[in-house]
């Protein structure tokens, strides 16, 4: 069975809060408020209500583009529907160093809590170690039970933060807080610069959205009751620390939370301190471990990284080797020891990351007007422009050298988007003939988890559509992947209907008119499937579909006689209502398919493949494959002659091999013949 299934749609409102709510509490309020107070002094609680504010920019922008593009990889799936493909990339690659050195920190911050209190003579990156490889595995089991675990952990650090900021409020002194201002104005943008990267955590919520059920709703509903919930809980936790503490004392110590609990409460208020500041490490930590890894499956699947990548464990469903990788980064970089370096490099990402993502919503109403959009905040397009501005405003603040260091990541990611062919055909500009072949050479390599773009939204349009997006058991046996599904459809109630049964983008207008097949972008579709119940309509939106260049459309009609207009323009036509579904399935399981049928409602199957040039088994008797029983060799075209098969008939590279037999048999016969050398 393939490896490249798909995501489960596990996660309710309640769970997505808490993966919010896992990442944006953090241990960013138990260690950088003494950062803060090295800069500002009390003027520091101000800072935090100040990002709290601009941050909702960003929180109702992440909104608007979850509901409508409800695709794993957050922000980089946003982009790469809407921007430039260079742009998408940078924004994915920008995510992943954000995600990966935040769970850095996170655990590094763990790690001198737990030697701080429990191991004084243990190792930092002992303990970053073994915590990763923990972490690691929770995560590849899933995570929905690494939210479980997540859950258990934010309600004993909530409790905790909000003990400490009812019961301390009755220990501040005005005192403290004169002069607010000690050290001036200067170090205000620099603080919001550093913590900025406390109240990204909503992101993350987005970065599952595949797994979110009914994300139109869940998601911006999660996303604007984690904002509201961190920015009220950091602001009086904040108000506790610099009214109960001289700023001076705060700055001088890695663990504030932590000394201003014991100052106040004594020693079951520093135990409780300590218990919260691990509580919130460890689910941070679990969040962001597993948020870098979808990122990381994000690039790969469309192909910016190795495709490995994008391979999903066959059993738990989660981006294995992504997640091997990331905990291996997080591990080096962890085990700095440096807080704030860590903190601004991964700010670093942040930032660039989400001002594209903010502009992106423009994109999003010039490019796709007519995508359905569950949450509207209104205020366009004022709304991103102020997003992205408060988002890159930031950046000349960070750390001179983490602005180094993000730098150079920066051109490193340019040098991993031009080593793939494509790209670099795309942006040096070379001639069509050279980017032709470019692209039949990708063919050969090309995934098969394919973006499929159904246009209707009717009964066969669904049946289409459920084929394409099963996950069980006997359809992943037939099938080679779980398909990427957007719709066009034109009748607003439809409309609705597909995306809370898919929970897929959806597309509102005439599926036959050019410009609405422009907004879905021809680089965020592999196949267009013309599947209305008017015939008429599938011919029109079938053939300006493969004028805009989509490589591969299919057209379902139910009069004959449209096929060989159809087949005159190299666009497959399906005239047999019955099996459509499945035959669509099929072909798009391998798209080197010429031909298909299935005989007997699908009992058996017959295809054609075409055998590489410097395929495994050219030069090959048929006798001597090793093909199952049950399915047979029932043809073979070279060139212009009609082979009869027979036992000593040899397989040569470029073959047209015609196979018969059940879909199971026929699948696994098919992927023997088109093996590479």
Same mark, same amino acid.
Request: proline share 5%; with cysteine; net charge positive.
């Given at each position: 069975?393939?490896?490249?299934?798909?995501?489960?749609?596990?996660?309710?409102?309640?769970?997505?809060?808490?993966?919010?709510?896992?990442?944006?509490?953090?241990?960013?309020?138990?260690?950088?408020?003494?950062?803060?107070?090295?800069?500002?002094?009390?003027?520091?609680?101000?800072?935090?209500?100040?990002?709290?504010?601009?941050?909702?920019?960003?929180?109702?922008?992440?909104?608007?583009?979850?509901?409508?593009?409800?695709?794993?990889?957050? %922000?980089?799936?946003?982009? /790469?529907?809407?921007? !430039?493909?260079? *742009? =998408?990339?940078? +924004?994915?690659? $920008? @995510?992943?160093?954000?995600?990966?050195?935040?769970?850095?920190?996170?655990?590094?911050?763990?790690?001198?809590?737990?030697? %701080?209190?429990?191991?004084? /003579?243990?190792?930092? !990156?002992?303990? *970053? =170690?073994?915590? +990763?490889?923990? $972490? @690691?595995?929770?995560?590849?089991?899933?995570?929905?039970?690494?939210?479980?675990?997540?859950?258990?952990?934010?309600?004993?650090?909530?409790?905790?933060?909000?003990?400490?900021?009812?019961?301390?409020?009755?220990?501040?002194?005005?005192?403290?807080?004169?002069?607010?201002?000690?050290?001036?104005?200067?170090?205000?943008?620099?603080?919001?610069?550093?913590?900025?990267?406390?109240?990204?955590?909503?992101?993350?919520?987005?970065?599952?959205?595949?797994?979110?059920?009914?994300?139109?709703?869940?998601?911006?509903?999660?996303?604007?009751?984690?904002?509201?919930?961190?920015?009220?809980?950091?602001?009086?936790?904040?108000?506790?620390?610099?009214?109960?503490?001289?700023?001076?004392?705060?700055?001088?110590?890695?663990?504030?939370?932590?000394?201003?609990?014991?100052?106040?409460?004594?020693?079951?208020?520093?135990?409780?301190?300590?218990?919260?500041?691990?509580?919130?490490?460890?689910?941070?930590?679990?969040?962001?471990?597993?948020?870098?890894?979808?990122?990381?499956?994000?690039?790969?699947?469309?192909?910016?990284?190795?495709?490995?990548?994008?391979?999903?464990?066959?059993?738990?469903?989660?981006?294995?080797?992504?997640?091997?990788?990331?905990?291996?980064?997080?591990?080096?970089?962890?085990?700095?020891?440096?807080?704030?370096?860590?903190?601004?490099?991964?700010?670093?990402?942040?930032?660039?990351?989400?001002?594209?993502?903010?502009?992106?919503?423009?994109?999003?109403?010039?490019?796709?007007?007519?995508?359905?959009?569950?949450?509207?905040?209104?205020?366009?397009?004022?709304?991103?422009?102020?997003?992205?501005?408060?988002?890159?405003?930031?950046?000349?603040?960070?750390?001179?050298?983490?602005?180094?260091?993000?730098?150079?990541?920066?051109?490193?990611?340019?040098?991993?988007?031009?080593?793939?062919?494509?790209?670099?055909?795309?942006?040096?500009?070379?001639?069509?003939?050279?980017?032709?072949?470019?692209?039949?050479?990708?063919?050969?390599?090309?995934?098969?988890?394919?973006?499929?773009?159904?246009?209707?939204?009717?009964?066969?349009?669904?049946?289409?559509?459920?084929?394409?997006?099963?996950?069980?058991?006997?359809?992943?046996?037939?099938?080679?992947?779980?398909?990427?599904?957007?719709?066009?459809?034109?009748?607003?109630?439809?409309?609705?209907?597909?995306?809370?049964?898919?929970?897929?983008?959806?597309?509102?207008?005439?599926?036959?008119?050019?410009?609405?097949?422009?907004?879905?972008?021809?680089?965020?579709?592999?196949?267009?499937?013309?599947?209305?119940?008017?015939?008429?309509?599938?011919?029109?939106?079938?053939?300006?579909?493969?004028?805009?260049?989509?490589?591969?459309?299919?057209?379902?009609?139910?009069?004959?006689?449209?096929?060989?207009?159809?087949?005159?323009?190299?666009?497959?036509?399906?005239?047999?209502?019955?099996?459509?579904?499945?035959?669509?399935?099929?072909?798009?399981?391998?798209?080197?398919?010429?031909?298909?049928?299935?005989?007997?409602?699908?009992?058996?199957?017959?295809?054609?493949?075409?055998?590489?040039?410097?395929?495994?088994?050219?030069?090959?008797?048929?006798?001597?494959?090793?093909?199952?029983?049950?399915?047979?060799?029932?043809?073979?075209?070279?060139?212009?002659?009609?082979?009869?098969?027979?036992?000593?008939?040899?397989?040569?590279?470029?073959?047209?091999?015609?196979?018969?037999?059940?879909?199971?048999?026929?699948?696994?016969?098919?992927?023997?013949?088109?093996?590479?050398?």
């Amino acid at each position: 069975m393939s490896t490249d299934v798909g995501f489960r749609r596990s996660i309710g409102l309640f769970l997505a809060v808490m993966i919010g709510i896992g990442a944006m509490m953090g241990p960013g309020i138990f260690a950088l408020p003494g950062e803060v107070a090295k800069l500002t002094g009390p003027l520091g609680i101000f800072v935090y209500l100040a990002v709290g504010l601009i941050t909702v920019l960003t929180a109702l922008n992440y909104s608007e583009l979850g509901a409508a593009i409800p695709l794993a990889g957050g %922000g980089y799936s946003f982009t /790469s529907r809407t921007q !430039p493909r260079l *742009v =998408a990339f940078l +924004t994915g690659w $920008f @995510f992943w160093i954000g995600n990966t050195l935040a769970c850095a920190m996170y655990g590094l911050i763990f790690a001198i809590t737990l030697q %701080g209190a429990f191991l004084p /003579s243990a190792s930092v !990156p002992l303990i *970053v =170690a073994v915590t +990763t490889i923990l $972490f @690691f595995l929770l995560n590849l089991r899933g995570i929905s039970g690494a939210l479980k675990a997540i859950t258990v952990m934010n309600l004993i650090e909530l409790a905790v933060l909000a003990g400490f900021g009812v019961l301390g409020a009755f220990h501040i002194h005005a005192a403290y807080l004169r002069p607010l201002a000690p050290l001036g104005f200067g170090g205000f943008l620099p603080a919001m610069a550093l913590i900025y990267i406390s109240y990204v955590g909503f992101e993350l919520i987005t970065v599952a959205s595949e797994e979110i059920i009914d994300p139109g709703r869940t998601i911006p509903r999660a996303i604007l009751i984690t904002v509201g919930v961190a920015t009220v809980i950091y602001a009086g936790v904040v108000l506790v620390m610099m009214g109960t503490t001289r700023s001076t004392a705060l700055a001088g110590t890695d663990v504030p939370f932590i000394f201003v609990s014991a100052r106040i409460f004594g020693s079951w208020g520093r135990w409780a301190a300590v218990v919260a500041t691990i509580m919130a490490s460890l689910s941070a930590f679990v969040v962001s471990l597993g948020a870098s890894a979808r990122v990381l499956y994000a690039l790969g699947r469309d192909g910016h990284v190795p495709r490995a990548f994008a391979k999903l464990h066959p059993r738990f469903q989660t981006p294995a080797l992504a997640l091997e990788v990331c905990a291996g980064i997080v591990i080096v970089f962890g085990s700095s020891g440096i807080v704030k370096f860590v903190a601004s490099l991964s700010d670093f990402g942040y930032l660039m990351g989400i001002g594209v993502v903010n502009l992106s919503v423009i994109a999003l109403h010039r490019k796709m007007p007519n995508l359905l959009r569950p949450f509207r905040p209104g205020f366009y397009p004022w709304l991103p422009v102020l997003g992205a501005m408060s988002c890159w405003a930031f950046v000349p603040a960070l750390e001179a050298r983490s602005f180094a260091l993000g730098a150079a990541l920066t051109v490193a990611g340019i040098g991993v988007f031009l080593a793939r062919p494509s790209n670099r055909v795309e942006l040096l500009g070379l001639p069509p003939r050279v980017e032709r072949w470019t692209r039949q050479q990708l063919e050969r390599l090309r995934r098969k988890k394919m973006r499929v773009l159904i246009i209707g939204g009717g009964t066969l349009a669904k049946n289409i559509a459920a084929r394409l997006t099963a996950h069980d058991e006997l359809q992943m046996l037939v099938r080679s992947a779980e398909h990427q599904v957007t719709f066009v459809e034109e009748d607003p109630a439809r409309c609705a209907e597909l995306q809370k049964r898919f929970a897929v983008p959806v597309f509102e207008g005439d599926g036959t008119k050019r410009e609405i097949l422009e907004q879905v972008g021809l680089d965020n579709v592999d196949v267009a499937i013309a599947a209305d119940q008017d015939d008429g309509r599938n011919v029109i939106a079938a053939l300006q579909a493969h004028r805009l260049g989509i490589g591969k459309v299919i057209a379902v009609v139910f009069d004959p006689d449209y096929v060989p207009l159809l087949q005159e323009e190299g666009i497959i036509s399906l005239s047999a209502p019955k099996a459509t579904a499945s035959m669509v399935e099929s072909i798009l399981d391998r798209p080197g398919v010429a031909d298909l049928f299935e005989i007997g409602s699908g009992v058996a199957t017959l295809v054609s493949v075409m055998i590489p040039e410097d395929g495994q088994i050219a030069g090959t008797a048929i006798r001597d494959l090793k093909l199952p029983e049950e399915c047979v060799i029932a043809a073979i075209i070279r060139g212009k002659k009609f082979v009869v098969p027979h036992g000593k008939t040899i397989i040569e590279g470029g073959d047209e091999v015609v196979l018969v037999g059940p879909p199971g048999p026929v699948k696994n016969a098919r992927d023997l013949l088109a093996l590479h050398t």
